[in-house]
């Protein structure tokens, strides 16, 4: 009917909840969040059309709240949910662009307003226009500071200066190297470089060098003739011929043996190569990026990657930090995941709630942005409820006894005592109380949960 995109901004998690449902089966596009922080968060990576604010939220103050949502909405219309008691206080902040106020004393009645405030709403055009989704999911504000750069989510300075560097070398073809842990995003960051320069209307090809042999990785990079090995019943175009006038993106070169690295060298040096069985010199226009898990500078030095192939790829370097360096991306990047999955799989998963966020960033992401990419997947695919909290993590990330990447900082383990709590009483709630039950769920023994709870002064009989 509409697909406006609405923010639900509420502590009231039975109302969101409520709300959510109802307005996502009218075809509004729903997110909701339960804090503050979350709301201005998701606002820096989204446009909204109508926010949907409880100024009541504790002790903030609700003016200088609804002040600062209105400065980082980009034009959104407000709708205040206020008991009616604090209604004259709402009036007055209708210098902000408040468009109506709503009186969430009574969940159903407050709904049926709301409904009939936006469906008049549209038919009386005073809605911001609605921003179309960009293809991962998420606006582009701007090139780096949305915090979305061609799918690389981050606040993070060093990612930010990553995204300039990309963009100062845009209007040139000089050969990257990309390197960072596995999970990092290397090939992200490739297609961002190709999305960039002028050869973005040309083919983007990648090929995985850690894989193959090197008689086979010789054929999909350069091609074969037919009959020049036992099983070539045809000829086939190789990655370069492929990749003419674009990009090729060469992932973990490292791997590449010290024979086929001789004829990239050469490919590079002259433009031209032969295909296997083949004798006619092909001339190629290609950008070649590369990409490695290991610094390539110390594979010369070990003799396994020859020096002058290295400085020929080695025009531009971009080192990518892994996310233990740049933990201040987690909420975002968890965001991000969280709609992006629930969107794709069809799932009503809207949000994730604060302390699941704050166990995320405990974590020590061995595995990188795509570890936490794989984590919150599992979550939302297993998801029985609009928002993610601690429960629907793995056990690995909230068991207390993980290593905390060799206990690096103390403030990680601070990080990670309250979620603890979070957790007892949430899984407590779930089995009524039942110790048994709870130390099943948890996965460890009765007696260490006795400790736990009394450690965090938590009375099974309270729950």
Same mark, same amino acid.
């Given at each position: 009917?509409?697909?406006?995109?609405?923010?639900?901004? #509420?502590?009231?998690?039975?109302?969101?909840?409520?709300?959510?449902?109802?307005?996502?089966?009218?075809?509004?596009?729903?997110?909701?969040?339960?804090?503050?922080?979350?709301?201005? /968060?998701?606002?820096?990576? +989204?446009?909204?059309?109508?926010?949907?604010?409880?100024?009541?939220?504790?002790?903030?103050?609700?003016?200088?709240?609804?002040?600062? /949502?209105?400065?980082?909405?980009?034009?959104?219309?407000?709708?205040?949910?206020?008991?009616?008691?604090?209604?004259?206080?709402?009036?007055?902040?209708?210098?902000?662009?408040?468009?109506?106020?709503?009186?969430?004393?009574?969940?159903?009645?407050?709904?049926?307003?709301?409904?009939?405030?936006?469906?008049?709403?549209?038919?009386?055009?005073?809605?911001?226009?609605?921003?179309?989704?960009?293809?991962?999911?998420?606006?582009?504000?701007?090139?780096?500071?949305?915090?979305?750069?061609?799918?690389?989510?981050?606040?993070?300075?060093?990612?930010?200066?990553?995204?300039?560097?990309?963009?100062?070398?845009?209007?040139?073809?000089?050969?990257?190297?990309?390197?960072?842990?596995?999970?990092?995003?290397?090939?992200?960051? *490739?297609?961002?470089?190709?999305?960039?320069?002028?050869?973005?209307?040309?083919?983007?090809?990648?090929?995985?060098?850690?894989?193959?042999?090197?008689?086979?990785?010789?054929?999909?990079?350069?091609?074969?003739?037919?009959?020049?090995?036992?099983?070539?019943?045809?000829?086939?175009?190789?990655?370069?011929?492929?990749?003419?006038?674009?990009?090729?993106?060469?992932?973990?070169?490292?791997?590449?043996?010290?024979?086929?690295?001789?004829?990239?060298?050469?490919? =590079?040096?002259?433009?031209?190569?032969?295909?296997?069985?083949?004798?006619?010199?092909?001339?190629?226009?290609?950008?070649?990026?590369?990409?490695?898990? +290991?610094?390539?500078?110390?594979?010369? *030095?070990?003799?396994?990657?020859?020096?002058? /192939?290295?400085?020929?790829?080695?025009?531009?370097?971009?080192?990518?930090?892994?996310?233990?360096?740049?933990?201040?991306?987690?909420?975002?990047? *968890?965001?991000?995941?969280?709609?992006?999955?629930?969107?794709?799989?069809?799932?009503?998963?809207?949000?994730?709630?604060?302390?699941?966020?704050? =166990?995320?960033?405990?974590?020590?992401?061995?595995?990188?942005?795509?570890? =936490?990419?794989?984590?919150?997947?599992?979550?939302?695919?297993?998801?029985?409820?609009?928002?993610?909290?601690?429960?629907?993590?793995?056990?690995?990330?909230?068991?207390?006894?993980?290593?905390?990447?060799?206990?690096?900082?103390?403030?990680?383990?601070?990080?990670?005592?309250?979620?603890?709590?979070?957790?007892?009483?949430?899984? =407590?709630?779930?089995?009524?109380?039942?110790?048994?039950?709870?130390?099943?769920?948890?996965?460890?023994? +009765?007696?260490?949960?006795?400790?736990?709870?009394?450690?965090?002064?938590?009375?099974? #009989?309270?729950?």
């Amino acid at each position: 009917m509409s697909n406006k995109r609405l923010l639900l901004l #509420d502590h009231d998690v039975e109302w969101t909840a409520i709300a959510s449902e109802a307005l996502i089966k009218d075809s509004y596009e729903v997110f909701s969040v339960d804090t503050f922080d979350g709301a201005l /968060l998701i606002l820096k990576a +989204r446009s909204f059309d109508i926010l949907i604010v409880d100024i009541n939220m504790g002790d903030t103050n609700p003016e200088a709240l609804l002040e600062e /949502l209105f400065s980082s909405a980009d034009g959104a219309k407000l709708i205040v949910c206020t008991p009616k008691s604090s209604l004259s206080q709402a009036t007055r902040l209708g210098r902000l662009g408040v468009l109506d106020y709503l009186d969430r004393t009574n969940h159903a009645t407050a709904l049926a307003e709301l409904r009939e405030r936006l469906k008049k709403a549209l038919l009386e055009g005073d809605l911001a226009p609605f921003a179309s989704p960009s293809v991962k999911g998420i606006e582009e504000k701007s090139p780096v500071d949305g915090k979305n750069f061609h799918g690389l989510v981050s606040r993070n300075w060093r990612m930010h200066s990553i995204f300039e560097l990309i963009q100062t070398i845009s209007t040139t073809s000089v050969n990257v190297i990309i390197e960072g842990e596995t999970g990092t995003g290397k090939e992200l960051i *490739a297609h961002a470089i190709h999305a960039r320069s002028g050869r973005r209307g040309q083919p983007f090809v990648t090929l995985d060098c850690s894989t193959l042999a090197h008689e086979l990785l010789e054929s999909e990079l350069f091609g074969h003739e037919k009959g020049s090995f036992t099983g070539a019943s045809e000829r086939r175009i190789g990655r370069f011929e492929r990749a003419d006038g674009g990009t090729l993106f060469l992932d973990e070169v490292s791997n590449i043996s010290i024979i086929v690295q001789a004829k990239l060298l050469r490919v =590079l040096e002259t433009h031209t190569f032969e295909r296997v069985g083949g004798q006619r010199p092909i001339v190629v226009d290609v950008r070649i990026v590369t990409a490695s898990n +290991r610094r390539l500078d110390q594979c010369v *030095a070990d003799k396994i990657f020859r020096d002058d /192939l290295y400085h020929r790829l080695n025009v531009v370097q971009i080192l990518i930090p892994p996310l233990r360096q740049r933990l201040e991306d987690i909420p975002l990047l *968890a965001d991000y995941f969280v709609h992006r999955l629930a969107l794709e799989h069809g799932k009503k998963v809207r949000g994730i709630t604060t302390a699941a966020v704050r =166990l995320l960033t405990a974590y020590h992401w061995p595995g990188n942005v795509r570890e =936490l990419e794989n984590v919150l997947l599992q979550a939302v695919i297993l998801a029985q409820t609009t928002m993610l909290d601690v429960t629907n993590l793995p056990a690995r990330i909230w068991n207390p006894h993980a290593p905390l990447q060799q206990q690096t900082s103390t403030r990680l383990t601070e990080q990670l005592r309250e979620p603890e709590k979070e957790i007892l009483l949430s899984t =407590l709630k779930q089995v009524d109380g039942n110790i048994t039950q709870a130390a099943d769920l948890l996965q460890i023994s +009765r007696t260490t949960l006795y400790a736990k709870l009394k450690k965090h002064g938590i009375s099974p #009989d309270q729950i």
